[in-house]
C-alpha cells in the first residue's frame, strides 16, 4: 500500500488530456491494456493509457530510452504479452510505473521521443487485457446477497455459510469480452412458477451485475496455499466487471451445481488494468456489519482488516434505445461504494481460493460479485432495483424497465477519489443488448 | 459414426505388442497423448500410442512419407500443438488416422523409418493431452444423481429440472492434471451438523468419481448456437476423469453457489485421447428410465437417440498404502458402462452448452458427471457405495474405506468391447492421495 512520487497529487504530464482533473487517466493513474488501429488486424498491442491517448509500448520501447532493468519487462510487453508482466511480480511491475511516470511527466526529457509513441484512444479498438486462464465469480456483496436472499427467504436471507467462507463458484472463460462488444440475448429453458413442463425461449430477465474484476499476478503452485499476508503478492490490478445474467434461466438450472448458462452468454470487461500500485491510496477499512463472525484465521490479518479494501464508487448507466434515437444521454441507475459493500477483500479471496491447494495463474480474473450498497436505490442490478421485477424502473423519458430490452446499453463506471489525491477512473464498461437468434 | 478400414479387427500392426488381445492400444485405437522421456526437460511432443509404444509424430513426419495433403496437420503435431489438429475438425483427423493405420500395418513398406520414431512407454512421462481452456462438468449419470440426492432428500432424489436440463457447471482448468499426479488432500473448511461454528482442517470425506471427459475440437463463435445435429462435429475425443471431490467442504461451501473448493484442488485425466473414430463401432442407443420426459427439440436428434451414447465399461480400482507395502494387487471397486449411466449423450451436452450463445474453443473439456450403474454396487464414488459415509466398504486385506485415506492410489480404467471388433481401452487414469500440508 506504499504512497511514492508517483502519486503526487501535484504531478502533470506533457500529455496535456492527462491534465483534465475530471479525466479517468491522469498520470497517476497508468492502467495497462491492449490495443490496435480500429478496424486493423494488426496484433494486439500493449499500451498505458494517459488522458485521451495511449502510449504504444511497443513502440516506446523502441524509440525512448529506458532503465536497463526494465529491458525484460519491456520485451516482453512490446511483444504483447501482459500476462509475462503479471507474472513477474511487483518489483518490475513498480519500477516500470516508476520509469512511465517520470517519462510521461511534465519536464522529461522522453518527450520529444515519446510523443511518437501516442495513439488517440478515439482511434484505436481494445481487446480483453491478457489471456484469462480461469475464472472465478465470488459473492462478496453483502447487501446484495442479502437481497436476492430475501426474494427466495424473507425470514433468513442469508444462508449460514455466508459469514464464513467467501462463497464463490467457477465461471466461463470464454466468454469474456471486452467493453463494446455487443451481448446477445441469450436462448435457454425456464419454467413458470405455475407450469408442469419448461419452455425455450429468448431470456425474458435478462440482467446486468456490476462488480470489480481482480486480476491475478504471480500463482501458486498446485498444492501450495498463499497465506493471507502474501495474498495481495498475487494480485495484478482492478477491472470493471458486468456479470450480465438471465434470471429466469438461472432460476430453472442453479439446483443443484449452480449458475451456468445464465451467466456464460457473456461477460464484459473494462479493458484498462488500473494496477494495484495505482489503487494504493484508495485503500479502505474492511467493513462488516456489528455483530458478524471473525474471520478463521487464514482469512484473517491486520493489514487486510485495516487497508484491504478498494474504496471505489461504482456507477451504472442506461442508455435505452429510444433514448439514443432521442439523443438523450445515458441515466444514472446506482452508484455505492466498493468498499460498503464488499464483505471480503481481495487478499482474502486469494487465501480462500487457493487454501485448498488450487492454483491461481497470472491473468486469471476473480469477480467480485454484484457490489450494491446499503440503501435499495444503491443495488448493482436491476433484479435489486425492481424488486425481483414486481416494482419496474421508471426512467425520465417515461420507459420503464424491470429487465434489460434489446438495444439497451449498459455502462459501469468507476472512480477513486480522496482528499490529497488525484482522482483516478477505470474507463469504459459497456454493452449493448441484440436480440436472440431466431430459434427454429 | 462410420465403420472404416482402420476398425478391422483383423488389421495387425508390426508393433508386435499392439497385437496383445488384452492390451488398450492395438492399432483400431490410435489414441493421442503429449509426452517427453521421463525425467527430462524436453519440450512436450504429441505422440500415438501403439501397443507398448509411443509412435513420435515429430520424428516421424522427419522421418516417413506421408500423403500431401497432411503436412500442414504434421507441421502442427510436430511442433507439440494438438490443440491445432482439434481445431481442425473431423476431415484432417480422419486422414491423419487412415495414414497412420497403413503405416503402422503388418506389410507396412514405412515400418524401417517407423521404428526409428517409437518410444517405449516405459521411458517416458504424459501430460494433460492438451491446452484445456474452459473445462465444464456435467451431472449426466443418473444413477448418481439419484443416489446422491436420495442422501439428502429421500422422497425426492431428483430435482425437477433434472429430466429437462442438462445439469452442468464450470469446473477449475487450472488444476486438471495427468494420470500419476500426486493429489493432494485439501485444507478447508467444514461444520459438522451440530456445531454453530465452522473449522478449519484437512478434508476428512475425500472421495473419487467415475468420469468420461469429451474434449472439444472445433469450437463456435460466441452467440452462435450448435444445433444438435451438427453438434458430434465438435467433438475431438474422449478420456477417463476423476473428479477428485471433498464432500464434507463441498456440503458446507455449495449452497447457493454450487461446489468450488470441494472440486478445484484437483482432477485427474487419462492422457491419452481416443478420438471419435475410434470410438465409432462403440456407439449406443440413448438409455432412458420409461415414462422419462422426451428432451426438448434442441435436445432431441434420430442420430442421438439411436447411437448417441459411449458404451464404455467403467471400473473403479483402489490400492492402498498397506496392500501397497504388502506387495497386494488394486482391488476393484466397482464397474460400470457409460451407456447405462449417462441420461445425456455428449452430443446434448453440446447443444445445451451452446444453446445461450457459449462459445466452446478446441481443447475445452466436459466431464460426463459421476457414471454409476444401476446397481448399488455400480456406484462410481465413495460416498455412493459407503451410503454416506454410513457403511464402510470392506477390502479383502480386512481394512475399510468409507472415504480415501493418505497413501490410497485410485485408478480408473476404461474399454470397449463388441462383437466384431477389436476390444479398445483409454490406458491409466491414477492419483495417489498425500497429505495435505500441515496448518498453522
Given at each position: 500500500m506504499r504512497i511514492d512520487a508517483t502519486h503526487d497529487p501535484a504531478l502533470r504530464s506533457w500529455v496535456a488530456s492527462a491534465n483534465d482533473p475530471a479525466g479517468d487517466f491522469p498520470i497517476q493513474n497508468l492502467p495497462f491494456g491492449r490495443f490496435r488501429r480500429a478496424?486493423?488486424?494488426?496484433?494486439?498491442?500493449?499500451?498505458?493509457?494517459?488522458?485521451?491517448?495511449?502510449?504504444?509500448?511497443?513502440?516506446?520501447?523502441?524509440?525512448?530510452?529506458?532503465?536497463?532493468?526494465?529491458?525484460?519487462?519491456l520485451d516482453a510487453l512490446a511483444a504483447g504479452d501482459l500476462n509475462a508482466l503479471m507474472a513477474a511480480g511487483a518489483v518490475p511491475r513498480r519500477a516500470l510505473r516508476a520509469a512511465l511516470s517520470q517519462a510521461l511527466a511534465e519536464g522529461s526529457a522522453q518527450q520529444g521521443a515519446l510523443a511518437r509513441c501516442l495513439v488517440p484512444q478515439s482511434a484505436?479498438?481494445?481487446?480483453?487485457?491478457?489471456?484469462?486462464?480461469?475464472?472465478?465469480?465470488?459473492?462478496?456483496?453483502?447487501?446484495?446477497?442479502?437481497?436476492?436472499?430475501?426474494?427466495?427467504?424473507?425470514?433468513?436471507?442469508?444462508?449460514?455459510?455466508?459469514?464464513?467462507?467467501?462463497?464463490?463458484?467457477?465461471?466461463?472463460?470464454?466468454?469474456?469480452?471486452?467493453?463494446?462488444?455487443?451481448?446477445?440475448?441469450?436462448?435457454?429453458?425456464?419454467?413458470?412458477?405455475?407450469?408442469?413442463?419448461?419452455t425455450f425461449a429468448p431470456c425474458q430477465r435478462l440482467d446486468y451485475e456490476v462488480e470489480l474484476g481482480f486480476l491475478v499476478g504471480p500463482g501458486n503452485?498446485?498444492?501450495?496455499?498463499?497465506?493471507?499476508?502474501?495474498?495481495?503478492?498475487?494480485?495484478?490490478?482492478?477491472?470493471?466487471?458486468?456479470?450480465?445474467?438471465?434470471?429466469?434461466?438461472?432460476?430453472?438450472?442453479?439446483?443443484?451445481?449452480?449458475?451456468?448458462?445464465?451467466?456464460?452468454?457473456?461477460?464484459?470487461?473494462?479493458?484498462?488494468?488500473?494496477?494495484?500500485?495505482?489503487?494504493?491510496?484508495?485503500?479502505?477499512?474492511l467493513q462488516r456489519p456489528a455483530g458478524s463472525a471473525q474471520p478463521l484465521p487464514y482469512l484473517d490479518s491486520q493489514a487486510t482488516r485495516e487497508q484491504g479494501s478498494l474504496a471505489v464508487r461504482l456507477e451504472a448507466w442506461l442508455q435505452t434505445g429510444a433514448m439514443r434515437a432521442a439523443g438523450e444521454a445515458p441515466v444514472r441507475l446506482s452508484q455505492a461504494r466498493a468498499d460498503e459493500a464488499a464483505f471480503w477483500t481481495p487478499a482474502q479471496l486469494v487465501a480462500h481460493h487457493t487454501v485448498g491447494g488450487c492454483n491461481l495463474q497470472p491473468g486469471d480474473l476473480f469477480g467480485s460479485g454484484t457490489l450494491s450498497g446499503p440503501g435499495p436505490e444503491q443495488a448493482g442490478s436491476l433484479l435489486e432495483l425492481s424488486r425481483g421485477g414486481k416494482e419496474p424502473v421508471r426512467l425520465p423519458n417515461g420507459e420503464t424497465r424491470s429487465f434489460l430490452a434489446d438495444g439497451d446499453t449498459l455502462m459501469l463506471r468507476g472512480v477513486c477519489e480522496r482528499d490529497g489525491f488525484r482522482r483516478i477512473g477505470f474507463g469504459d464498461c459497456a454493452g449493448t443488448i441484440v436480440a436472440a437468434p431466431a430459434t427454429a
Open positions: 478496424g486493423s488486424n494488426e496484433p494486439w498491442r500493449i499500451g498505458v493509457a494517459i488522458g485521451d491517448q495511449v502510449l504504444d509500448l511497443h513502440a516506446a520501447r523502441a524509440h525512448a530510452t529506458w532503465p536497463a532493468e526494465l529491458a525484460p519487462t484505436i479498438e481494445l481487446t480483453v487485457p491478457c489471456a484469462i486462464g480461469d475464472y472465478t465469480d465470488f459473492y462478496t456483496g453483502i447487501h446484495h446477497a442479502t437481497s436476492v436472499g430475501r426474494l427466495f427467504r424473507p425470514d433468513n436471507p442469508l444462508l449460514p455459510n455466508y459469514e464464513w467462507v467467501p462463497i464463490g463458484y467457477h465461471g466461463r472463460s470464454s466468454s469474456i469480452v471486452a467493453s463494446g462488444a455487443p451481448v446477445r440475448r441469450p436462448l435457454g429453458q425456464t419454467r413458470a412458477a405455475d407450469a408442469q413442463r419448461p503452485a498446485l498444492g501450495e496455499p498463499v497465506g493471507i499476508e502474501a495474498a495481495e503478492d498475487h494480485l495484478f490490478g482492478v477491472t470493471l466487471f458486468n456479470d450480465w445474467s438471465a434470471r429466469d434461466v438461472q432460476a430453472w438450472e442453479y439446483q443443484p451445481l449452480g449458475p451456468f448458462l445464465s451467466k456464460n452468454f457473456a461477460s464484459t470487461i473494462s479493458p484498462w488494468v488500473v494496477t494495484m500500485e495505482a489503487l494504493a491510496p484508495f485503500r479502505a477499512p
